[in-house]
């Protein structure tokens, strides 16, 4: 994300993203990573007794990009959700098997040219009611010019159509400084 390249991790094996490049880009963050434009981060190596395939994933990628004074302000967002290790003692049947969604976070950032390291303008943190019985936020966010030439607005919802941020960011401190 920070280097804008793309790709996924599974279990300790790198994989890069398609060739194509990142064209193709979704307001879904939980889609993000299904596309050229997406990180994958799977880690599921926990082992409790006679249960496996516990642990973490990441997932998520770029959601919205606008050019500003030259300069590229990009919306990232990603989910990160909790495997339960669970039984498997025979295929198709999992004992055991519960999936929750523990957060999202969407990072705002400036990147000064293509292929430059970002920095980080601003951060929201989601936490999803999943985690605590509730049904799951599937946050979107776009990303739209503001009322300046200088600022940006952030919006993030739920799949109802709820304002979760909804913000204006003045971005003049960070292209003052490339």
């Known amino acids: 994300m920070m280097a804008g390249t793309f790709g996924s991790l599974n279990d300790g094996a790198a994989h890069e993203a ?32 006679l249960k496996a395939r516990g642990g973490w994933v990441l997932k998520g990628g770029l959601i919205g990009r606008l ?3 030259n300069a590229r302000i990009e919306l990232y967002g990603k989910t990160i959700e909790r495997h339960e290790p669970y039984l498997q003692p025979w295929p198709h049947v999992w004992i055991g098997n519960t999936t929750w969604t523990a957060s999202h976070e969407v990072f705002l950032l400036h990147r000064a040219v293509r292929g430059d390291r970002a920095t980080v303008l601003r951060t929201w943190k989601l936490i999803d009611p999943e985690r605590y019985g509730g049904s799951s936020l599937l946050p979107r966010g776009s990303l739209e010019r503001g009322g300046t030439s200088t600022s940006v ?4 919802i739920n799949a109802h159509a709820a304002d979760l941020v909804s913000e204006g960011v003045d971005v003049s401190g960070a292209l003052g400084k490339q």
């Open 18 to 49: 398609a060739s194509g490049g990142c064209v193709v880009i979704t307001e879904w963050i939980y889609r993000a990573a299904d596309t050229g434009c997406g990180v994958l981060v799977i880690d599921r190596r926990e082992r409790r007794f």
């Open 67 to 69: 050019e500003v004074a």
């Open 153 to 156: 607005q952030v919006r993030v």
